[in-house]
């Protein structure tokens, strides 16, 4: 019996041993893109902290980059399209804008509401960041061909759409 060839197949191995009559196989498909998450994690983040900045940070300062000009968004904008919660994203908002990386302000059409902006720092920041980004994820997916990365990023799609969270 040839070894293994990474750590998931020999926890997959061991158990196979040890209870035979398990199916062990969904192990390699979710162990497997639980350790890949766990080092793009690590790899991505080393990104943000050259340009000063948490994967949070980050995360805000694109999506309101990403709204256009004039590139703000509420609050509750914010958290639903970075999935945290509103209380994580007013913390993460309160850093950005000790910082002057972004502003927050009345809303011009709800009393009550807030907008949070890109500032320009804020701007040149995320763009400068965003690039390099880009090119550390392409460095990160050097190993596949461009048919395997289409491959990959329709199965996971596929599958996204079919667990509980949705998309």
């Known amino acids: ?12 191995a061991e158990w196979a041993r040890e209870r035979p009559e398990l199916d062990v196989g969904p192990q390699g498909v979710i ?3 639980h350790r ?14 050259q340009h000063g ?8 300062l694109a999506t309101l980059r990403r709204a256009g000009a004039p590139f703000e ?32 302000r009345a809303s011009d ?6 907008v949070v902006a890109l500032t320009p720092e804020g701007r040149v920041l995320i763009d400068v960041a965003f690039e390099e980004h880009l ?5 990160l997916l050097g ?11 329709s199965l996971l799609t596929k599958w996204a759409a079919q667990l509980p969270s949705g998309d």
């Open 143 to 153: 190993g596949l061909t461009i048919p395997e990365r289409a491959q990959l990023e």
């Open 1 to 12: 019996m040839t070894e293994p060839a990474d750590r998931v197949g020999r926890i997959q």
């Open 53 to 60: 900045l948490s994967e949070g940070d980050f995360d805000v």
């Open 31 to 33: 162990g497997r893109l």
């Open 36 to 49: 890949v998450g766990a080092a793009l994690t690590e790899e991505l983040t080393v990104v943000y902290r």
């Open 73 to 104: 968004r509420t609050p509750t904008e914010l958290a639903e399209h970075t999935m945290v919660t509103t209380g994580a994203m007013t913390k993460r908002i309160d850093r950005l804008v000790g910082r002057g990386l972004a502003t927050r």
């Open 109 to 114: 059409t709800d009393g009550r509401g807030r």
């Open 135 to 139: 090119r550390n994820e392409e460095r």
